[in-house]
């Protein structure tokens, strides 16, 4: 123990006196940066962002603007017209490859961060009808023959992209799903809720925080149980996204007794190869001198770490924000 605290006294100073001297020299930053839908976590950690670099330089600014989400932009990073982006490495890892909803592979990206990578897909099932066909895990339902009515997010949503490939990594399909007598439904995460709440649905996805609000109702208000995921499913859909693994611990939900593993979406903050290397080394700076700005914004933020920040993802990190990592030991 002592030791670990000698350690990680000796990382924050060491840390302290790299961005003290990359301070000093960092120019003003005016940068835009586009995330999600107002009111989400991501607008939060805009303000969150923005409030790192105002900690620095109190004249420098980052203007936060609403957007669809990932998939857009990276639109607007690929076409120059944002400076920074939010995004999923999910989508990162689909763009770099130029799969849809791309026309070619997107290839100026540069990461100055990692922000989270605790979003675990998580599927719920109504606890009636897992008893009645004795569903404990994805791969269950295949071969159940259960007339599952599943919610799945639009179109355009990442995590939409990741249950049909978990789903069909298990066997199940829409002409699995149709010939068993159930489909698949297009909704939104609170439309999920609504139509499970009112018997339209039976089962319920979506890659989130653990005990995040919306399953949290879900699971106070329904009989739910939240299936197993086949390690076979997490390493194929990790190997075809660039995701990651996480353990959802027991007792996370009512009816939830063990440990469940499962795929785990996590968050970037990127930009492009425009940005000098001055800019995005003032940036990285200024989120690990002032980390707790990010964290403030909401509880689930707890556990970003300037390690974190610092780990290698599907985007190569920007130059000027990888000396910082470097020269802060967080980086070889």
């Known amino acids: 123990m002592r030791e ?4 990680t006294t000796a990382l924050a100073a060491c840390v302290g006196l ?4 990359s301070a000093a020299f960092a120019d003003t930053l005016n940068l835009n940066l586009s995330g999600g839908n107002p009111g989400g976590l991501w607008s939060l950690l805009g303000a969150g962002i923005d409030r790192a670099v105002r900690a620095d330089d109190p004249g420098s600014v980052v203007t936060y603007q609403a957007t669809g989400g990932g998939f857009a932009n990276i639109g607007l990073l690929a076409s120059g017209r944002t400076d920074l982006g939010l995004m999923h490495d999910a989508e990162a890892k689909i763009a770099l490859e130029g799969g849809e909803p791309f026309r070619a592979p997107v290839t100026n990206m540069r990461a100055i961060g990692y922000l ?3 979003a675990p ?3 719920f099932v109504t606890k009636s009808l897992a008893e009645e066909y004795g569903i404990d895990s994805l791969e269950d339902i295949a071969k159940s023959g259960a007339p599952l009515r599943i919610g799945i997010n639009r179109s355009g949503n990442i995590t939409s992209n990741i249950a049909l490939k978990m789903l069909a990594e298990a066997g199940v399909t829409e002409e699995s799903l149709s010939a068993a007598g159930g489909q698949f439904v297009r909704a939104g995460a609170n439309e999920q809720a609504d139509l499970l709440q009112d018997g339209r649905l039976d089962m319920i996805t979506n890659g989130i925080f653990v005990n995040h609000s919306s399953f949290r109702s879900v699971d106070e208000n329904n009989d739910v149980v939240l299936l197993s995921v086949p390690q076979a499913v997490i390493e194929a859909t990790n190997e075809a996204f660039g995701t990651g693994t996480m353990t959802i611990p027991a007792g996370s939900y009512k009816n939830q007794t063990a440990d469940i593993a499962s ?3 996590g968050a970037l903050l990127v930009a492009t190869d425009a940005m000098t290397d001055a800019e995005a080394g003032a940036l990285a700076s200024a989120l690990l001198r ?3 700005e990010v964290r403030a914004v909401h509880s689930s933020m707890q556990q970003l770490s ?3 920040l610092a780990t290698p993802s599907v985007v190569p990190f920007h130059p000027g924000a990888e000396a910082v990592y470097k ?3 967080l980086m070889q």
């Open 4 to 7: 670990e605290i000698m350690k």
């Open 290 to 292: 002032n980390i707790d």
């Open 121 to 123: 897909m998580q599927f």
């Open 18 to 21: 790299v961005l003290a001297s």
């Open 116 to 118: 989270y990578n605790w």
């Open 327 to 329: 020269n802060a030991e």
């Open 263 to 265: 795929v785990t979406l």
């Open 306 to 308: 300037p390690e974190l």
